[in-house]
């Protein structure tokens, strides 16, 4: 019998085209590595009632990492629609904003991977998939903890390398998706799901670590005083402290953009005359704008190389809210890149330093300081 005229009696004997989709746009799918040493690494779809698999499903149901996921659909959208006369994403960048999201259990890695073989009732053996980028797993998880926080920390990771590299997933990027993944890891720690605050995984002492100093700001300082500016611009905790605090600021969360900025959105997800805010939520609501303004930087042929480039760009995007972004930035790093050893440095007392970092902070909005004033040399 003639293949073409078997595909036509049996739908799921012949393979889909390499450049199908996974799946619909907005989704997530579960799948299970089959053999993980392949290349690309061969997986089936995994059920999603047992093991690792419905541990994921319940933590994407609701929570911190729902919460993750909803932003990555909504910032998928954003890559499509993009803004009023910002340059066409690159195909690559289209197709993974158009697609699902895989997850691949039994593939325990931090970054994106690149390239699937998807196994299934085919003519020809697997549909081999080479520009699908998913996210590895554990195949298990200790407790629902743990699933939570590598969620965030993967979903923020895909999050942040598709705004550092314009959707290339091409490996092409500096500290700040590392530094994004951990501020996710921290805000999911603090998150609450109805009265009940995650819970530190077992026996997570990194992150026990990781949270304690980012919340703390201890990543900016040592026990000389601040840190070498050229030090606090390339330290991916640094840039996780600042991105943190900025994810934290009420005002940066809740204040609404222009109405063309949601535009890209609206039609889909926004029901006429409610409140883009209201409907994305806080949190959603500002990671868009932070995220946005990363990717059109890129587009626009800047993209950020430490975070205050990022800033930088946040600033330009959106200058309604320049003050508190350039207020919580030089609180975060006690003015260490505006001025060489920050406000710390001879001090003498906590007054002290307040005031000299109050006189920055002032300093640096009316723009006779700059961000960068503190190097001795060229940003790195």
């Known amino acids: 019998m003639a293949l073409t005229a078997l595909?036509?009696?049996?739908?799921?004997?012949?393979?889909?085209?390499?450049?199908?989709?996974?799946g619909p746009v907005a989704s997530y799918m579960l799948l299970e590595a089959e053999d993980p040493g392949a290349r690309p690494p061969l997986v089936?779809?995994?059920?999603?009632?047992?093991?690792?698999?419905?541990?994921?499903?319940?933590?994407?149901?609701?929570g911190f990492a729902a919460e993750v996921m909803q932003t990555v659909f909504v910032f998928q959208q954003y890559v499509v629609k993009g803004r009023d006369g910002a340059p066409r994403p690159s195909p690559g960048a289209l197709a993974w904003a158009q697609?699902?999201?895989?997850?691949?259990?039994?593939?325990?890695?931090?970054?994106?991977?690149?390239?699937?073989?998807l196994q299934g009732a085919w003519i020809g053996g697997p549909a081999v998939r080479p520009e699908a980028v998913w996210l590895g797993l554990p195949k298990t998880f200790e407790d629902d903890a743990r699933v939570v926080s590598t969620l965030a920390a993967r979903l923020g990771r895909l999050l942040a390398e598709a705004a550092a590299?314009?959707?290339?997933?091409?490996?092409?990027i500096n500290t700040l998706p590392r530094a994004y993944e951990m501020a996710m890891q921290v805000v999911a720690r603090e998150w609450r799901s109805g009265a009940v605050r995650n819970a530190p995984p077992k026996g997570d002492s990194e992150g026990a670590e990781l949270f304690a100093g980012i919340r703390g700001g201890t990543f900016v300082g040592t026990s000389a005083g601040t840190r070498p500016a050229a030090a606090l611009l390339t330290d991916p905790k640094v840039a996780a402290t600042i991105l943190y605090r900025l994810s934290q600021d009420d005002d940066l969360m809740k204040t609404l953009a222009p109405a063309a900025f949601y535009a890209p959105i609206a039609s889909e997800r926004i029901p006429p005359g409610i409140s883009p805010a209201a409907a994305l939520g806080a949190f959603r609501n500002f990671q868009l704008k932070l995220l946005s303004a990363w990717w059109d930087a890129g587009q626009s042929g800047t993209p950020p190389r430490h975070i205050v480039d990022l800033v930088t760009a946040y600033v330009r995007a959106f200058p309604a809210e320049r003050e508190p972004v350039l207020r919580q930035f030089v609180a975060a790093t006690h003015g260490g890149t505006v001025t060489p050893g920050g406000?710390?440095?001879?001090?003498?007392s906590p007054?002290?330093?307040?005031?000299?970092?109050?006189?920055?902070?002032?300093?640096?909005?009316?723009?006779?300081r700059g961000l960068t004033d503190g190097l001795q040399s060229a940003p790195p």
């Open 7 to 22: 595909c036509a009696l049996t739908a799921s004997a012949c393979k889909p085209a390499a450049d199908a989709p996974l």
């Open 343 to 348: 406000v710390m440095a001879g001090a003498g």
């Open 165 to 172: 590299t314009g959707g290339r997933f091409d490996g092409q």
């Open 44 to 62: 089936s779809r995994a059920k999603a009632t047992e093991g690792g698999a419905a541990a994921v499903a319940r933590a994407l149901t609701v």
């Open 99 to 117: 697609d699902a999201i895989p997850l691949v259990l039994g593939l325990d890695r931090p970054n994106p991977g690149r390239g699937l073989a």
């Open 351 to 368: 007054e002290v330093a307040v005031e000299r970092l109050r006189n920055l902070t002032t300093e640096v909005l009316a723009g006779t």
